[in-house]
Every structure is written in structure tokens, then in C-alpha cells.
């Protein structure tokens, strides 16, 4: 029995770690958290100031940038769709330009009918 307990309280300490880590992660994932790890790195440039105030409008204005962002994002999809459905217009436009022979004939194969000698009229057939 007191295995049994043992392992319960080891079970529980674990959950516990685990909730203090999960707890940890969210608040590293918060939107000033996550611009703040972007922009970072930027800071060690000469551009640090536009950096430094890009940074605290964001701060300011987390929704309105994250609805940009997502504009942005949405537009540029957009314009990599459409410049897919681009490509495949111009290629079924420059095939249907592409010269097809159509002699109105249909050329069915027929085991049991005369074949022709290539360059035979059509009425002059020859058995093989």
C-alpha cells in the first residue's frame, strides 16, 4: 500500500511541474513577449531607434498591428493565388493557340478492315 501512495504523490508532483512549465510557456507567448523576441535581435543594428519606437507602438497597439499583420498576410496569399491561376490561364490560352491537324476523319483502329499504304488515296485500300 504504501507503494501505491508513494507513486500517487510522485504523479501528483509531476502534474504540478508540469502546470508551473505550461504556466511559464503562456506567459512567454503573450503578443509584447513575442515581439519583443522578433525585434530583439534587430536592436544590435544602427536602425535600433526605429526598432525601439516600431516596438512601443505595437506595445500600444497590439490589436491594430496584429489586424495589419494579418491583411498583409491574407493580401499576400491572395497574390500568390491569383498569380497561379495567372500562369494556368496563359498555358490553356498558348495551347489552344498551338495549330491542331483535324483532317475530319476519325482514325479508329478496325482488326478486321484493309489497312492503307501510307500515302494512298482514301478509296485505294490494300489488303495485308
Do not use: C, F
Request: without cysteine.
Amino acid at each position: 500500500m504504501s507503494g501505491m501512495n508513494e507513486l500517487e504523490r510522485e504523479i501528483e508532483e509531476s502534474r504540478a511541474r508540469l502546470d508551473e512549465t505550461i504556466d511559464r510557456i503562456q506567459d512567454r507567448l503573450t503578443v509584447p513577449n513575442l515581439v519583443d523576441e522578433m525585434i530583439g535581435n534587430a536592436r544590435r543594428t544602427p536602425l535600433s531607434e526605429v526598432y525601439d519606437s516600431a516596438l512601443e507602438t505595437v506595445r500600444r497597439n497590439p490589436v491594430p498591428v496584429l489586424l495589419i499583420a494579418a491583411g498583409v498576410g491574407w493580401l499576400m496569399r491572395r497574390m500568390a493565388t491569383e498569380t497561379k491561376s495567372h500562369a494556368l490561364r496563359r498555358e490553356a490560352e498558348a495551347a489552344a493557340r498551338v495549330p491542331v491537324l483535324t483532317t475530319g476523319a476519325d482514325r479508329v483502329y478496325d482488326p478486321d478492315r484493309p489497312t492503307r499504304r501510307p500515302g494512298a488515296a482514301a478509296g485505294e485500300e490494300t489488303q495485308t
